[in-house]
């Protein structure tokens, strides 16, 4: 059963850069998935960040593209987000999640319990 | 980018009722539609993959359906742990991939 599980700081500094880790655990990073961070801020709806193949291959939200690096660490089955220049409105509850595409499923099957970030000084 | 509009926002229903709510793409997405779960505190949980493909696991309660650029979701009977935020999400354009504002459902 595969796990994933986010870790990072709870409290960033404005400009400062925002940085999460998520482990995946009980199967390999390697597989044929997609691995993406989504975030939710207090209150709000849902927002996908970007994503990973264990190639190196990302995609990104082009709302986000110009802060945001999500890499790959395949030796520890993990990969990690960061989204630079950070403001109050990046605080939000940060998921990561595995896609998986096969035939017409497309979807985020497996998330992570979500780690709360907060921007302030 | 692709907008996904759900509707209703928030929905009161009481146990047994038949519910559906809906999302409309603002372009065709075939059948790349999904639909997720979330309680309070949670993350999501996959229901429906492809429009109308039960997430195993999933009872069967919970139906899908559409393709194109209307789709709904259906409990069929509301059960106490329903009661939560429905969103649907499209995965036809990677770039972004985007998701429906979320369909508050409370029981009444």
């Known amino acids: 059963q595969v796990q994933l599980q986010e870790s990072g700081p709870g409290l960033v500094k404005p400009s400062g850069t925002l940085s999460l880790t998520c482990a995946v655990s009980?199967?390999?990073?390697?597989?044929?998935?997609?691995w993406s961070w989504i975030r939710q801020p207090p209150g709000k709806g849902l927002e996908w960040i970007g994503e990973?193949?264990?190639?190196?291959?990302?995609n990104y939200n082009p709302s986000l593209k110009s802060r945001v690096t999500i890499s790959v660490d395949k030796s520890k089955n993990q990969f990690s987000l960061k989204l630079s220049s950070v403001t109050a409105a990046d605080t939000a509850v940060y998921y990561c999640?595995?896609?998986?595409?096969?035939?017409?499923?497309?979807?985020?099957?497996?998330w992570g319990q979500g780690t709360m970030v907060t921007v302030s000084s | 980018d692709i907008q996904m509009t759900q509707s209703p926002s928030s929905l009161s229903a009481s146990v047994g009722d038949r519910v559906t709510i809906t999302c409309r793409a603002s372009?065709?997405?075939?059948?790349?539609l999904n639909w997720y779960q979330q309680k309070p505190g949670k993350a999501p949980k996959l229901l429906i993959y492809?429009?109308?493909s039960l997430q195993s696991g999933v009872p069967s309660r919970f139906s899908g359906s559409g393709s194109g650029t209307d789709f709904t979701l259906t409990i069929s009977s509301l059960q106490p742990e329903d009661f939560a935020t429905y969103y649907c999400q499209q995965s036809y354009s990677t770039l972004p991939i985007t998701f429906g504002q979320g369909t508050r459902l409370e029981i009444k």
């Open positions: 009980g199967g390999s990073i390697s597989s044929s998935n997609w």
């Open positions: 372009q065709s997405i075939s059948s790349y």
């Open positions: 492809a429009a109308s």
């Open positions: 999640a595995r896609k998986v595409v096969s035939g017409w499923e497309n979807a985020f099957d497996i």
């Open positions: 990973i193949y264990h190639s190196g291959s990302t």
